[in-house]
């Protein structure tokens, strides 16, 4: 799997976009970008992933840039339950492979 | 969408005794399940990846007669922590892998908080 970069933590003001970043700048052409989030003491939620287009869902959008070295998750209106740690993972997409996590970013959603 | 459920929740358990952590697929067949152990204030670590049949792959350093990996059936995968310790306290996670469920690339379970006394 590359290695993806991000920061070790962020605060955000409840109510704005959250944006985090990540670095991947390895990954290789058919390694999809995935995002992973762990709320205290639960286990890691799906949040989006992609693969070189834009992706959006009902939690987040994924924004990946053109040469696919690094990319933005986009929480459009956090709310104080988005804080936790998120995870950006570059994955092949075959379900058998396995994930690893790095450190994360941790976010913190203020009032 | 895919559900992964982890039993029991919480266990507080004497040091020198077996705990067993299941990890069921509900609504999924899951060929391959890895197990991950978390300390606090510290990320995921993977221990092992197990697949429906065959025996489990562990990952360097994690002692696989310690942590007893069964992937019986495509729905069921099973960690036993045998002659558990003080320091094998920790925040035990299984996750659950199908090429079917490849647009979610894996289902957590809700982990398993285990304390060694």
């Known amino acids: 799997d590359a290695k993806t970069t991000q920061p070790p933590s962020m605060d955000c003001a409840e109510g704005r976009a959250a944006n985090l970043p990540c670095n991947h700048s390895?990954?290789?052409?058919?390694?999809?970008v995935y995002w992973y989030r762990q709320i205290h003491s639960q286990g890691p939620q799906y949040i989006i992933h992609g693969l070189k287009n834009n992706e959006t869902n009902e939690m987040a959008s994924l924004i990946i840039t053109e040469d696919r070295k690094s990319s933005t998750l986009i929480l459009p209106h956090a709310t104080l339950r988005d804080t936790a740690v998120y995870y950006c993972?570059?994955?092949?997409?075959?379900?058998?492979?396995?994930?690893?996590f790095g450190t994360g970013t941790r976010l913190t959603i203020i009032p | 969408g895919a559900v992964v459920s982890q039993h029991p929740s919480w266990v507080i358990c004497k040091s020198g005794t077996s705990v067993k952590i299941e990890c069921r697929s509900l609504?999924?067949?899951?060929?391959?399940m890895f197990w991950y152990r978390q300390f606090p204030k510290q990320s995921l670590m993977l221990m092992a990846t197990s697949n429906e049949g065959s025996k489990a792959t562990y990952e360097q350093g994690v002692e696989k007669d310690k942590f007893l990996i069964n992937h019986a059936s495509l729905t069921l995968s099973t960690l036993t922590v045998t002659s558990a310790h003080p320091e094998d306290s920790s925040f035990y996670i299984c996750?659950?892998?199908?090429?079917?469920?490849?647009?979610?690339?894996?289902?957590f379970g809700s982990g398993t908080r285990l304390t060694v006394v």
């Open positions: 996750s659950a892998g199908s090429p079917g469920q490849g647009n979610y690339g894996y289902t």
């Open positions: 609504d999924f067949q899951a060929t391959t």
């Open positions: 390895t990954i290789s052409g058919n390694e999809y």
């Open positions: 993972i570059a994955l092949l997409n075959f379900g058998n492979e396995k994930l690893t």
